[in-house]
């Protein structure tokens, strides 16, 4: 018999799978909503005096140009700590430390877990360390440093992931040919694993971008109305600019934070965008 | 055939079929060895993987190591360039002198060894580059400074594949055709001139055709090094080596040397009756 029998079956099948596109329907109309909403709002007061003019206590004269600049001091010393750290410390992990050992067992378990710590609590650690202690006052290399120490972990776990990608075989060829240990590395093992440890530091990086929590803790919720002109410059970046806006009671500066937003979100886009590009192309060459 | 003389490649299937013509070497004299190996026993982890195996590999010649899956041939190679040393849990006792250094000494660098023993694996493993980077790797790393150009074409002359790839030197090794690969891994290996080549199965992924232009390959460079391989393939043993190590692991999966002798003698009048057994094919 095979008429009707399975007529139960399948009706909870079609609302399973009607379950499950629900689900996803609802996230993505969440997301196109408040995009529309956010476009909606901030595209008309995006104009190019606002990307050049400084903050002001008029919205209409009120501009990102600090906290553009803020944030490319802020991103750009964060990848140069951050990037060479976070991979030193993939390679140590995955090509040098001995398995089973008991402390690389220990910094393994650590890193995972640092990946998972609120960010506020890096803020308050910056606070603590970069801010008070090695008395950087609130400025962008304080900045910087506690941002890294944010990313490190997700640098460090998605490096290590792209090493372990590399095929044994390939370390094998490099290893019978009398290479060193740093020559397998340095030669073969890390331009093989090129493109998945440059995902991980866009994504990490863009992260970083849209981190508001730990700059906030460290005192960086200042106005800001000159470029930033150096390591110890005070800084304000995109985030912490729209925070500002948002909490005062003027609907102007409602708007002017949506526009702001508008020019985050486009950043964080692309970032993300070009990630999953470099990774196609990095696979792509891997296999010829 | 000559090196220069790759198209066409093959006339008709008989001529694959035909065995390459078997070099005509006094092979009853034994020649200088390049391996002493002596009560040469490992394991990983506990488990054993060889065990006493006591032989001498000569020089310039082709010695193929024989056996069922799990014999520990592959073991038994990697021993000689100290590729084990790179698996953690791996352990030897015993001795192996390579022209009359005992290579696990304490002065022994196994970044030294490998330069002068050459490995080529079972799956052709070129590395993501061109061509020509694939043979310039290992003198780069060496730090040759003189023309590398003429060093990657002779090399690649050597391993029988010039015409094929001299117009795209600069296309991805892993572009080529599986027996192209393998063959680019050759060259790879040859390229920073070493004494010996070791060769883990380097045809059980290729086809008939692929496998002749390797095996006459093989056959041309025993002029000049001394290879050891490794096969499954009992017919290629006998085509191109000119002596037979034949491995066996009994109940406990531990390889032990059954019998080695001038390959002729192995496949015509064995001495023992496993190796009989083994070679008429009624088990492995």
Known sequence: MILGSLGRARVYDRLFAGLCLGATALAIGILALLLVKIFADGVPTLTLSFLTSYPSRFPAEAGIRAAILGTLWLIGLTAAIAVPTGIAAAVWLEEYAPRNNFLARLIETNIANLAGVPSIIYGLLGLGLFVRILQLERSVIAGALTMSLLVLPIIVISGREALRAVPRSQRDAAYAMGATRSQVVSRIVLPAAYGGTLTGVILALSRAIGETAPLITIGALTFIAFDPDGLLSPFTVLPIQIFNWISRPQSGFHDIAASAIVVLIVTLLFMNALAVVVRDRAQRRLRG | ?284
């Open chain 2, 1 to 284: 055939m000559s090196p220069g003389t790759a198209t066409p490649l093959v006339q008709n299937l008989d001529m694959v079929l035909e065995p390459p013509v078997r070099r005509d070497v006094p092979t009853e004299t034994a020649p200088d060895p390049a391996f002493r190996i002596s009560g040469l026993s490992t394991w990983y982890g506990k488990a054993q993987a060889l065990r006493d195996l006591t032989l001498d590999l000569p020089k310039n010649r082709v010695t193929a190591i024989i056996g069922p899956s799990g014999c520990g041939k592959s073991t038994l190679l990697r021993c000689l360039n100290r590729m084990n040393d790179l698996v953690p849990s791996f352990r030897a006792t015993g001795e192996i002198f390579y022209h009359g250094d005992d290579i696990n000494s304490d002065k022994a660098d196994p970044v030294m060894l490998r330069r002068q023993i050459g490995m080529v694996f079972q799956k052709a493993n070129p590395f993501p580059k061109s061509i020509f980077e694939n043979v310039a790797f290992g003198p780069r790393i060496n730090g040759y400074r003189k023309d590398l150009g003429a060093l990657v074409e002779h090399t690649l002359r050597r391993a029988y594949l010039w015409d094929e790839v001299k117009d795209k030197l600069h296309a991805s090794g892993l572009a080529l055709s599986g027996g192209q690969q393998q063959r680019l891994c050759i060259a790879r290996a040859l390229a920073v001139s070493p004494d010996v080549l070791l060769m883990d199965e380097p045809c059980s992924a290729l086809d008939p055709i692929a496998t002749y232009r390797i095996e006459e390959l093989i056959r041309d460079l025993a002029k000049d090094y001394t290879i050891v391989i490794v096969t499954h393939n009992m017919q290629q043993a006998s085509r191109i080596s000119d002596r037979t190590a034949f491995l066996l692991s009994g109940e406990e999966r531990v390889g032990e040397l059954v019998e080695y002798d001038v390959t002729d003698t192995i496949f015509t009048t064995p001495r023992d009756k496993r190796t009989e057994a083994y070679i008429t094919g009624r088990f492995g």
